[in-house]
């Protein structure tokens, strides 16, 4: 019995990370859209100062039209290889804690027969921070390759890669680690929790089907787009940031982001509130169809 189960949560990591990298596929485009809307209209950096994108929508037919469809994939292989990482560890490690927690008799409250919520949160904020760090350096190369688009020196992911090294080292691949582990823990305890707590209770409505796995996904992604936008904004804008004195970029203030809550403050304060909203609706309708794709996939590879 125990082999069977070291087995099956070996089999729920790669789940996870097949899961990830399909859903990844089949909504990039829109991932796209949301970093051009979030790094626009910043006065620190003349470059991204113009508001070049009235929308989503709007942002989705420009870059097609002036750059060609292929741009709105530009980053997608440093995003299948994040998947690949974040996703793989993401989802095994969040279940595999979720079963111990149960032998453990933490998961389980033996007066309702529910799941507690607080231990969910736990497994899935530890979940989160974690995958997050360690695939650090593919989603800084997936920002920078969608935010330069078609024409840039930036032409594969080798040679972003090269660029990040030469000009700012290691610590480049890290640039905005900080704000992407707390945005992980922001999203994972909010999408993962709701998405169980969801499907316990529709379980008893419509079985375990695909309707079950939509309903609860399309829920939980709203949760976790409300929730984590703000801190997806900052991130964004961190891990654009170059080094300025090693590429010589004049183009940029030399009052550079100094860390989250700067780039938070700064934000708000020459753009107003509603900026760390940017890109809400691009990231809310890409989760939804995202956590479909990967929540379906996921369910039915557990089947196997």
Same mark, same amino acid.
């Given at each position: 019995?125990?082999?069977?189960?070291?087995?099956?949560?070996?089999?729920?990591?790669?789940?996870?990370?097949?899961?990830?990298?399909?859903?990844?596929?089949?909504?990039?485009?829109?991932?796209?859209?949301?970093?051009?809307?979030?790094?626009?209209?910043?006065?620190?950096?003349?470059?991204? $100062?113009?508001?070049?994108?009235?929308?989503?929508?709007?942002?989705?037919?420009?870059?097609?039209?002036?750059?060609?469809?292929?741009?709105?994939?530009?980053?997608?292989?440093?995003?299948?290889?994040?998947?690949?990482?974040?996703?793989?560890?993401?989802?095994?490690?969040?279940?595999?804690?979720? /079963?111990?927690?149960?032998?453990?008799?933490?998961?389980?409250?033996?007066?309702?027969?529910?799941?507690?919520?607080?231990?969910? *949160?736990?497994?899935?904020?530890?979940?989160?921070?974690?995958? $997050?760090?360690?695939?650090?350096?593919?989603?800084?190369?997936?920002?920078?390759?969608?935010? /330069?688009?078609?024409?840039?020196?930036?032409?594969?992911?080798?040679?972003?890669?090269?660029?990040?090294?030469?000009?700012?080292?290691?610590?480049?691949?890290?640039?905005?680690?900080?704000?992407?582990?707390?945005?992980?823990?922001?999203?994972?305890?909010?999408?993962?929790?709701?998405?169980?707590?969801?499907?316990?209770?529709?379980?008893?409505?419509?079985?375990?089907?695909?309707?079950?796995?939509?309903? $609860?996904?399309?829920?939980?992604?709203? $949760?976790?787009?409300?929730?984590?936008?703000?801190?997806?904004?900052?991130?964004?804008?961190?891990? +654009?940031?170059?080094?300025?004195?090693?590429?010589?970029?004049?183009? *940029?203030?030399?009052?550079?982001?100094?860390?989250?809550?700067?780039?938070?403050?700064?934000?708000?304060?020459?753009?107003?509130?509603?900026?760390?909203?940017?890109?809400?609706?691009?990231?809310?309708?890409?989760?939804?169809?995202? +956590?479909?794709?990967?929540?379906?996939?996921?369910?039915?590879?557990?089947?196997?």
């Amino acid at each position: 019995m125990k082999e069977t189960l070291k087995e099956r949560d070996i089999r729920i990591f790669a789940y996870g990370g097949i899961a990830s990298i399909l859903a990844e596929f089949g909504t990039f485009p829109i991932d796209t859209t949301k970093t051009r809307l979030q790094i626009q209209g910043q006065k620190i950096d003349k470059k991204f $100062s113009q508001l070049r994108y009235g929308g989503m929508f709007d942002a989705f037919f420009k870059i097609a039209r002036d750059e060609g469809v292929t741009a709105l994939y530009s980053g997608v292989w440093p995003a299948v290889l994040r998947q690949a990482v974040y996703g793989t560890i993401k989802y095994g490690t969040y279940y595999s804690l979720k /079963s111990f927690a149960r032998e453990g008799g933490l998961l389980v409250d033996p007066k309702t027969g529910s799941e507690r919520v607080w231990c969910t *949160v736990v497994c899935a904020a530890t979940a989160g921070v974690i995958s $997050s760090a360690l695939a650090n350096p593919t989603d800084v190369l997936k920002v920078r390759m969608q935010v /330069s688009g078609k024409g840039s020196r930036q032409k594969s992911l080798w040679k972003c890669f090269y660029e990040i090294y030469k000009f700012e080292g290691v610590k480049g691949l890290w640039r905005g680690v900080v704000p992407t582990t707390q945005r992980a823990i922001i999203i994972t305890s909010v999408d993962l929790p709701v998405y169980d707590f969801c499907k316990s209770r529709l379980l008893n409505i419509f079985g375990d089907q695909p309707i079950t796995h939509c309903i $609860s996904s399309s829920i939980s992604s709203l $949760s976790a787009a409300v929730a984590s936008t703000p801190m997806d904004v900052v991130r964004t804008r961190l891990m +654009n940031q170059k080094h300025l004195l090693a590429l010589n970029d004049t183009n *940029v203030a030399q009052n550079i982001y100094r860390g989250s809550f700067h780039c938070a403050i700064e934000t708000v304060r020459h753009e107003g509130l509603m900026a760390l909203y940017k890109g809400f609706i691009p990231a809310w309708m890409r989760m939804g169809p995202w +956590n479909a794709i990967f929540f379906v996939t996921f369910e039915q590879m557990k089947k196997l």
